[in-house]
């Protein structure tokens, strides 16, 4: 067999040749020596990482997708993917939360850990699809329908919010009621508010900066939750 | 629900919304892995991935399920990332001056930036080296070898990706790796 040109010898590297050439190559040395300097240059080639991204980086992107989507499909998505876990959420929380707040000790089937690991997750699947409404409704041009799929979904979700705050006022997590209350305030205005009011429901998401607060909570919710 | 990719894109071209954002959840950090290192800036890579996927959520009925939806992504994360290259070049030329740059030039330029070790040595000057590099390279050498030395794809994949044959995109890594070993001797050298 004849020697083995660059691009072969290259592309040796990235084992991107025939078996062959690779047999040649661990037989001749004059092959396996030019071989050896293409080796060693691009081994020290500078490595390029990329910035880290965390393992919720998926579930951002497609949050900040969503707007952007068409309307008709966005509004279908809004409709399932956050009114189905609702109604099953509603069921748990109010469980859990009648056990936290009246400290029954019927039912030892539950540990503690247990409860509360499951409360968080329900907390922070709330705080989620409160994410997305408020979202959606950020990014929703003036005079976009009459909100109609969005304050039906704001209506499932003050109910949630309600069993939310007052269980997280009861076991002292003064924070998390901190934030539920004024969600709540928003989710109101949402619910009993028309189209016209958008501005006005969007200029007090930003003065408190809502959105961002609920993200944030919404992720360490999760977090503590899975620490669990 | 766990999907598997071909679930997934089949179900999401039926209008399945929680189906493409399983996809979008699954594929988004090496979507951003691959922008990121064609273009080298954090902020062009977030803007990359959310123009791959609003193409992709267009696009997902022409979308053929023999292929993998990975490669697929890629394919649109590749050129969506040229596109933007290529539109930054083309307003960097206009505003350059035409003694700027010729062929022979860059390369002298980037081998003899800065020789020194000690300067070298310091990865963002490296890196910055290495940007320059791949900056010279033609659009299909620079992905092509972006996917072959960093994303570590197989050239069967990358033709796939870049729509060429297997030897088209073979000679494309070459050309890369020929042009940024002269350009980054220096880096070579230092690292012996």
Redesign the interface.
């Known amino acids: 067999m004849t020697h083995l040109d660059e691009e072969q010898l290259t592309l040796a590297y990235y084992r991107e040749v025939e078996a062959e050439s690779l047999c040649h190559l661990e037989e001749c040395a004059e092959c396996k020596a030019r071989f050896d300097r293409i080796k060693t240059s691009l081994d020290n080639f500078p490595e390029y990482p990329a910035p880290e991204r965390e393992d919720s980086y998926g579930r951002d992107v497609w949050l900040r997708l969503v707007p952007q989507l068409p309307v008709k499909n966005r509004r279908r998505w809004l409709s399932w993917w956050t009114m189905a876990p609702a109604f099953a959420s509603l069921v748990a929380i109010a469980f859990l939360a009648g056990m936290l707040t009246q400290r029954s000790r019927q039912i030892p089937a539950i540990s503690a850990e247990a409860r509360e690991r499951v409360l968080l997750m329900a907390m922070s699947d709330h705080l989620e699809r409160s994410q997305i409404l408020l979202v959606e409704l950020a990014h929703m041009p003036a005079g976009d329908g009459e909100l109609k799929t969005e304050r039906a979904l704001a209506r499932d979700l003050v109910g949630e919010n309600r069993l939310l705050r007052e269980t997280a006022r009861s076991t002292g997590d003064m924070s998390r009621a901190a934030l539920l209350d004024d969600l709540e305030r928003v989710l109101l205005a949402i619910a009993n508010g028309g189209a016209d009011d958008l501005n006005a429901i969007k200029e007090r998401m930003q003065g408190n900066d809502l959105l961002f607060k609920v993200r944030v909570m919404s992720a360490n919710t999760r977090q503590e939750g899975q620490k669990l | 629900m766990e999907w598997t990719d071909q679930v997934a894109a089949e179900e999401a071209r039926k ?1 399945d ?2 189906a493409f ?1 399983a996809l ?6 090496s979507v ?2 691959l922008a ?2 064609m273009t080298g800036n ?1 902020q062009d ?1 977030e803007d990359l ?2 123009e791959t ?2 193409k992709a ?2 696009q997902i009925h022409k979308f053929d399920n023999r292929s993998a939806f990975g490669t697929w992504i890629y394919r649109i994360a590749a050129n969506c990332s040229l596109d933007l290259i290529r539109s930054r070049k083309n307003r960097k030329e206009q505003q350059a001056s035409a003694a700027d740059n010729d062929q022979t030039g860059w390369l002298e330029q980037v081998a003899a930036a800065d020789p020194s070790p000690e300067r070298l040595a310091r ?1 963002g000057q ?2 910055s ?2 940007k320059q590099a791949l900056d010279q390279l033609t659009d299909l050498e620079r992905t092509a070898f ?1 996917l ?3 994303e570590g794809r ?2 069967a994949e990358i033709a796939r990706i870049l729509d060429v044959e297997a030897n088209a995109a ?2 494309s ?2 050309r890369a ?2 042009k ?2 002269r350009a ?1 001797q220096p ?2 050298e230092v ?2």
């Open positions: 209008g919304q929680r954002a979008v959840e699954r594929h988004s950090r951003f892995r990121f290192r954090e890579a991935v959310q996927f609003l959520y267009k990865s490296i890196t080296l290495l972006i072959r030395h960093y197989g050239i073979k000679h890594v070459f790796v020929q940024l070993r980054l880096v070579a690292a012996q």
